[in-house]
């Protein structure tokens, strides 16, 4: 009669074991199996210089920091796929380079997903991945460069303020903002600003091979900002949807079977503090920051 009861006993606990097992097997492939996809965020105004966070600010990331989170997720080896988050409106040409050259060296799959905006700098982010999903009412596009100089001449007459500059070529001060433009400065900068769009346009239509609409592409490379409808059109973007629709794509493009997860990918930030911009002299570099100095943007 007890030889009877340790069998039961027995069976059952093999029985529990074996149910054990297969809801292992079915739960586990779902959800660790496949690794993850790797999340990084491109936000803000792109520039090269890491802004720490303030009592006044979060921060900003600089082009640096974002290409060292791509470069991480590339070497994870749990990360199966990345998934940039776009919302910009762009920024410094070069910041811009770096960023999709840092896309473009990884070798996973990748997908873009622009949510509000992913236009100039931004787009051409996005444009280094494989795959682009834009939300219907997004904005995009604006593919062009610009150089945006200042003349404070006409202030500086009114207070009586002179400046004077020694200098050893004709063009060594072009981008004054102490003087009107000169005799052929407008065409030096023009032809500066005409071989970075040339460049934007060149990796745009390298990275869209097939999917251009040549005429509608031809027209947007006026510099006009575009939906995420009119771009799917010229066919600057892949798919229309949410979040949703482009954690799906990277999964499906990356063969991830199951229920894909996501993971973060975080690089080094300015570690100066809450407190780290309060200072008078701090806060004044923030905000004549650039003045007076040419800028060359994707924006």
Known sequence: MASGHKTNHFLLALAGVFLLALIVIWAYPAAHSDGCIGV???????????????????????????????????????????????????????????????????????????????????????????????????????????????????????????????????????????????????????????????????????RRAGKLDPSGFEQALDARMLTGRQAKRIGLIDELGNKGAAIAAAARLSNMTGEPRLCEISGARGKSGIFGQLSAPGALRLLLQGAGRPQLSYQ
């Open 40 to 206: 990084v965020e491109i936000s803000g105004t792109l520039q090269t210089q890491e802004v720490p966070p303030s009592l006044f600010t979060e921060g900003q990331k600089g082009s640096e920091t974002i290409a060292e989170e791509l470069g991480e997720a590339g070497s994870r080896s749990d990360v199966r796929a990345v998934l940039l988050l776009i919302d910009t409106a762009g920024g410094s040409v070069v910041a811009s380079q770096e960023i999709y050259e840092a896309v473009r060296a990884m070798n996973k799959t990748s997908v873009a997903f622009i949510r509000e905006m992913g236009a100039s700098g931004g787009y051409y982010a996005a444009a280094g991945t494989d795959y682009i999903v834009a939300n219907p009412d997004a904005i995009t596009g604006s593919i062009g460069a610009r150089a945006t100089l200042s003349d404070y001449s006409g202030l500086m007459g009114k207070l009586g303020v002179n400046s004077t500059t020694f200098k050893t070529g004709e063009l060594k001060d072009m981008g004054s903002p102490y003087r009107a433009m000169g005799e052929g400065e407008a065409e030096a900068w023009q032809s500066i600003v005409d071989e970075s769009f040339a460049s934007f346009k060149t990796e745009v239509e390298a």
